[in-house]
C-alpha cells in the first residue's frame, strides 16, 4: 500500500536527518516533508473509496440474497398451485410448501448474516487501517513540525546571542 511507504519514507527521512548538537532534535527538508504529507492526502481517497465500494457492495449482496428468497418462495408458491388436483397431493404440497418456505428463511438467513459478517469485517479492516494511518500520519507531522520549531528556536538563540557579542 504506497501509505505506508510514504509513512516509511518519512520516518526514514526523520531518522536520517542531522542531529543538532547537545540535543534531541534533528533538521528536516521541510519541501520534502510537506511534499510527503501531500502524497499521502492524495492517496487516502482511494482507501475511502474502497470502503464506499464495501457499503455498496454489501448492500448489493443483500439485495441479492433477497432477491433468491423471494425467487424460492415464489417457486415454492408455482409448486403448489400445480399440485391441488387431489386432496392428498394439496395437503402434501401444504407440507412441503411449509418446509420449503422455511428452507428459504432460513437460507435467506445465513447469506444475510454471512454478507453482513463479510461487509463488516472488511470494513473493520479498512477502518483500522485508515486509523493507524491517520495515527502515524498524525505522529511524524507532530514530531516533525517539533523539529521545525526547536531548529527555528535554537537559531533563533544563536542569532540573539551572535548579536550580544557584536555589541
Same mark, same amino acid.
Given at each position: 500500500m504506497e501509505i505506508f511507504t510514504l509513512l516509511e519514507t518519512l520516518e526514514d527521512i526523520l531518522e536520517k536527518s542531522k542531529n543538532i548538537p547537545f540535543m534531541n532534535k534533528g533538521i528536516v527538508n521541510k519541501e520534502?516533508?510537506?511534499?510527503?504529507i501531500q502524497e499521502i492526502r492524495l492517496k487516502l481517497p482511494d482507501e475511502l473509496k474502497q470502503a464506499?465500494?464495501? +457499503? $455498496?457492495?454489501?448492500?448489493? #449482496? !443483500?439485495?441479492?440474497?433477497? /432477491?433468491?428468497?423471494? =425467487?424460492?418462495?415464489?417457486?415454492?408458491?408455482s409448486r403448489i398451485i400445480s399440485m391441488i388436483?387431489?386432496?392428498?397431493?394439496?395437503?402434501?404440497?401444504?407440507?412441503?410448501?411449509n418446509e420449503i418456505i422455511e428452507t428459504a428463511n432460513?437460507?435467506?438467513?445465513?447469506?444475510?448474516?454471512?454478507? +453482513? $459478517?463479510?461487509?463488516d469485517? #472488511? !470494513?473493520?479492516?479498512t477502518q /483500522?487501517?485508515?486509523? =493507524?494511518?491517520?495515527q502515524n500520519l498524525e505522529k511524524n507531522m507532530s514530531e516533525?513540525?517539533?523539529?521545525?520549531?526547536?531548529?527555528?528556536e535554537?537559531?533563533?538563540?544563536?542569532?540573539?546571542?551572535s548579536r550580544k557579542e557584536l555589541e
Open positions: 520534502q516533508i510537506a511534499q510527503i464506499k465500494w464495501i +457499503k $455498496e457492495e454489501r448492500q448489493r #449482496l !443483500l439485495l441479492e440474497a433477497q /432477491k433468491e428468497a423471494d =425467487d424460492i418462495v415464489k417457486e415454492a408458491e388436483d387431489e386432496h392428498e397431493i394439496t395437503r402434501k404440497a401444504y407440507d412441503q410448501k432460513e437460507m435467506s438467513r445465513e447469506i444475510t448474516n454471512g454478507t +453482513k $459478517e463479510y461487509a469485517n #472488511l !470494513l473493520e479492516n /483500522k487501517v485508515l486509523s =493507524d494511518t491517520l516533525a513540525m517539533h523539529l521545525i520549531q526547536m531548529s527555528l535554537d537559531t533563533m538563540k544563536t542569532v540573539q546571542n
